[in-house]
Nanobody, 119 residues
Framework: QVQLVESGGGLVQPGGSLRLSCAAS????????MGWYRQVPGKERDLVAT???????NYADSVKGRFTISRDNARNTVYLQMNSLKPEDTAVYYC?????????????WGQGTRVTVSS
């Protein structure tokens, strides 16, 4: 059974920092690309950052220079370090694992962790 369990969300003041973690089980973590997405009510889930199994990273323009995605293959965990947080970063953040196969894309999601940026 595949599980992606996020943690680290919470309430933070503008300009503050948070680090999200996502622990994966039930998959061969090393071969999956991992990502963080976020969603606010009434809107689509948007990409925040991704990291390939080789360590290549990609970021949404809105978080470049503020957020850093990383992975620890020994711990089957992906992280999102969020600095200089803004009220518009408020959302539910979801962890994602993806792998292209000959039969299509395997895609898994966590249950989400809420981040609120407010004074």
């Amino acid at each position: 059974q595949v599980q992606l369990v996020e943690s680290g969300g919470g309430l933070v003041q503008p300009g503050g920092s948070l680090r999200l973690s996502c622990a994966a089980s039930g998959i061969f973590f090393n071969i999956f690309a991992m990502g963080w997405y976020r969603q606010v009510p009434g809107k689509e889930r948007d990409l925040v950052a991704t990291i390939s199994n080789g360590g290549n990273t990609n970021y949404a323009d809105s978080v470049k220079g503020r957020f850093t995605i990383s992975r620890d293959n020994a711990r089957n965990t992906v992280y999102l370090q969020m600095n200089s947080l803004k009220p518009e970063d408020t959302a539910v953040y979801y962890c994602n694992a993806e792998r292209l196969t000959g039969a299509g894309t395997l895609k898994y999601w966590g249950q989400g962790t809420r981040v609120t940026v407010s004074s």
